[in-house]
């Protein structure tokens, strides 16, 4: 059963801390995205990775970090210095760059 | 930064109506894309035009391509309840260093009433 996951699907953190949030694929694609949604807004591009070991920041990179040590996993960490952290966080791949981009079903970030 | 401007913001139909949702972007582009996202989940890739295409149909789904005027727009033909939800174009800009990095509209959220 192929597809992209995401973990958990809520959480819930006090001001200050790091948190971590999951994204694995076994679609066997190269890009992976992270994008973080607003309520009633669009997606906003935080950090993507082309190729293992290799990633660039997005359009609102600021407080966050990302690894890719491997093909299957993106991992995401909203540090304590991104402002307003509160948000839905989607991941997403694609098996090239000028593909579709296929979804996780997202987290719910909360801080408070 | 948002290229893809949707309108309308909101659509409320009847069952069996056409829909049609327009997007606006800024810079030229590689292909464009419209996704679906149903409330409180990920996004469903719905179409991907390219550049050098005009028109395409998937389904009851028809999106035309204006470079000339930068817009696009999708169509969902004879609408059902179930089609309700959220659409957002994304554009992969030409200039965006061949990443397909996508730029999303702020999307269109279509009711159907039964």
């Known amino acids: 059963d192929g597809g992209i996951t995401q973990s958990p699907k809520y959480l819930f953190r006090k001001e200050g801390q790091n948190v971590t949030l999951s994204c694995e694929q076994n679609?066997?694609?190269?890009?992976m995205y992270w994008y973080r949604q607003d309520p009633g807004q669009g997606l906003r591009l935080i950090y993507y990775s082309q190729i293992v070991n290799d990633f660039q920041k997005g359009d609102i990179a600021e407080g966050y970090s990302v690894s890719r040590e491997k093909k299957e996993s993106f991992p995401l960490t909203v540090t304590s210095a991104q402002k307003n952290p509160t948000a839905f966080y989607l991941c997403a791949s694609s098996p090239r760059k000028d593909r579709e981009q296929y979804f996780g079903p997202g987290t719910r970030l909360t801080v408070t | 930064s948002q290229q893809g401007e949707e309108d309308p913001q909101a659509l409320s139909i009847q069952e069996g109506e056409n829909a049609t949702m327009n997007c606006s972007y800024k810079t030229s582009i590689n292909n464009l894309q419209w996704y679906r996202q149903n409330s409180g989940r990920g996004l469903v890739h719905l179409i991907l035009?390219?550049?050098?295409?005009r028109e395409k149909h998937s389904g009851r789904l028809r999106v035309t391509l204006d470079t000339s005027k930068k817009s696009s727009s999708l169509l969902i033909t004879a609408s059902r309840a179930a089609d309700t939800a959220s659409y957002f174009c994304?554009?992969?800009?030409?200039?965006?260093?061949?990443?397909?990095?996508?730029?999303f509209g702020q999307g269109t959220t279509l009711q159907v009433k039964p």
């Open positions: 994304a554009t992969d800009a030409v200039g965006s260093g061949n990443t397909g990095k996508l730029i």
């Open positions: 679609l066997n694609h190269d890009a």
């Open positions: 035009i390219r550049s050098n295409e």
